[in-house]
Nanobody, 126 residues
Framework: QLQAVESGGGLVQAGGSLRLSCTIS????????MGWFRQAPGKEREGVAT????????IYADSVKGRFTISRDNAKNTLYLQMNSLKPDDTAMYYC???????????????????WGQGTQVTVSS
Protein backbone atom coordinates (compact mmCIF):
# COMPACT_ATOMS: atom_id res chain seq x y z
CA GLN A 1 0.00 0.00 0.00
CA LEU A 2 1.36 3.40 -0.98
CA GLN A 3 2.18 5.66 1.92
CA ALA A 4 4.02 8.93 2.31
CA VAL A 5 7.16 9.16 4.44
CA GLU A 6 7.63 12.54 6.11
CA SER A 7 10.80 13.77 7.84
CA GLY A 8 12.48 16.90 9.12
CA GLY A 9 10.35 17.74 12.13
CA GLY A 10 11.73 18.59 15.54
CA LEU A 11 11.80 21.01 18.43
CA VAL A 12 12.61 24.63 17.60
CA GLN A 13 12.32 27.96 19.37
CA ALA A 14 9.86 30.58 18.20
CA GLY A 15 11.30 32.49 15.26
CA GLY A 16 13.30 29.51 14.08
CA SER A 17 13.10 27.47 10.90
CA LEU A 18 12.60 23.88 9.81
CA ARG A 19 12.48 22.14 6.44
CA LEU A 20 10.17 19.17 6.05
CA SER A 21 10.54 16.54 3.33
CA CYS A 22 8.13 13.92 2.01
CA THR A 23 8.47 11.07 -0.44
CA ILE A 24 5.97 8.58 -1.85
CA SER A 25 7.53 5.69 -3.72
CA UNK A 26 6.92 3.93 -6.03
CA UNK A 27 4.40 6.44 -7.22
CA UNK A 28 3.62 8.62 -10.24
CA UNK A 29 4.58 11.61 -8.10
CA UNK A 30 4.89 14.05 -11.00
CA UNK A 31 1.29 13.41 -12.08
CA UNK A 32 -0.30 14.72 -8.89
CA UNK A 33 -0.73 17.98 -7.06
CA MET A 34 0.53 17.54 -3.52
CA GLY A 35 -0.26 19.05 -0.16
CA TRP A 36 1.05 19.56 3.34
CA PHE A 37 -1.36 19.30 6.25
CA ARG A 38 -1.06 19.63 9.99
CA GLN A 39 -3.06 18.46 12.96
CA ALA A 40 -2.76 19.65 16.53
CA PRO A 41 -4.25 17.66 19.43
CA GLY A 42 -8.01 18.13 19.59
CA LYS A 43 -8.15 19.98 16.28
CA GLU A 44 -9.12 19.03 12.74
CA ARG A 45 -6.52 18.35 10.08
CA GLU A 46 -5.71 21.65 8.36
CA GLY A 47 -4.48 22.12 4.81
CA VAL A 48 -1.33 24.22 5.13
CA ALA A 49 -0.23 24.44 1.49
CA THR A 50 -0.77 22.79 -1.85
CA UNK A 51 1.37 22.77 -4.98
CA UNK A 52 0.54 22.02 -8.59
CA UNK A 53 1.92 18.91 -10.29
CA UNK A 54 4.49 20.99 -12.16
CA UNK A 55 5.43 22.97 -9.09
CA UNK A 56 4.74 26.31 -10.76
CA UNK A 57 1.89 27.42 -8.50
CA UNK A 58 0.93 27.03 -4.85
CA ILE A 59 -1.84 27.98 -2.43
CA TYR A 60 -1.29 28.68 1.27
CA ALA A 61 -3.45 28.90 4.35
CA ASP A 62 -3.67 32.49 5.59
CA SER A 63 -2.01 31.46 8.84
CA VAL A 64 1.25 30.55 7.08
CA LYS A 65 1.39 32.96 4.13
CA GLY A 66 4.73 34.73 3.90
CA ARG A 67 6.37 32.29 6.34
CA PHE A 68 6.07 28.85 4.70
CA THR A 69 7.12 27.80 1.20
CA ILE A 70 6.04 24.56 -0.47
CA SER A 71 8.16 23.15 -3.28
CA ARG A 72 8.80 19.87 -5.07
CA ASP A 73 11.47 18.02 -7.00
CA ASN A 74 9.71 15.65 -9.38
CA ALA A 75 12.99 13.99 -10.38
CA LYS A 76 13.46 12.92 -6.76
CA ASN A 77 9.77 12.23 -5.99
CA THR A 78 10.15 14.63 -3.07
CA LEU A 79 7.95 17.35 -1.61
CA TYR A 80 9.30 20.06 0.71
CA LEU A 81 7.94 22.57 3.19
CA GLN A 82 10.30 25.36 4.27
CA MET A 83 8.98 26.87 7.49
CA ASN A 84 10.40 30.18 8.70
CA SER A 85 9.46 32.51 11.55
CA LEU A 86 7.86 29.62 13.38
CA LYS A 87 5.32 30.34 16.09
CA PRO A 88 4.06 28.19 19.00
CA ASP A 89 0.71 27.95 17.13
CA ASP A 90 2.54 26.02 14.38
CA THR A 91 3.05 23.12 16.78
CA ALA A 92 1.39 20.05 15.25
CA MET A 93 1.95 16.77 13.48
CA TYR A 94 2.66 17.54 9.82
CA TYR A 95 1.59 15.24 6.98
CA CYS A 96 1.92 15.21 3.23
CA UNK A 97 -0.50 13.60 0.79
CA UNK A 98 -1.41 13.42 -2.89
CA UNK A 99 -4.40 15.15 -4.46
CA UNK A 100 -6.27 12.15 -5.86
CA UNK A 101 -9.52 14.03 -6.57
CA UNK A 102 -8.07 16.60 -8.93
CA UNK A 103 -9.60 19.43 -6.92
CA UNK A 104 -7.66 19.19 -3.71
CA UNK A 105 -5.13 21.74 -4.90
CA UNK A 106 -7.89 24.37 -4.57
CA UNK A 107 -9.92 22.99 -1.65
CA UNK A 108 -6.99 22.05 0.63
CA UNK A 109 -9.46 19.59 2.12
CA UNK A 110 -8.06 16.36 3.54
CA UNK A 111 -10.99 14.49 1.92
CA UNK A 112 -9.44 15.13 -1.50
CA UNK A 113 -6.07 13.64 -0.58
CA UNK A 114 -4.69 10.13 -0.09
CA UNK A 115 -1.54 8.13 0.68
CA TRP A 116 -1.11 9.64 4.12
CA GLY A 117 2.01 8.85 6.09
CA GLN A 118 2.73 8.72 9.81
CA GLY A 119 3.61 12.39 9.89
CA THR A 120 6.50 14.32 11.45
CA GLN A 121 6.13 16.24 14.70
CA VAL A 122 6.91 19.96 14.79
CA THR A 123 7.09 21.59 18.22
CA VAL A 124 7.73 25.31 18.59
CA SER A 125 8.63 26.58 22.03
CA SER A 126 7.96 30.13 23.15
Amino acid sequence: QLQAVESGGGLVQAGGSLRLSCTISPFAFADYAMGWFRQAPGKEREGVATISWRGDSAIYADSVKGRFTISRDNAKNTLYLQMNSLKPDDTAMYYCAADVSGGGYYTRSARDFAYWGQGTQVTVSS
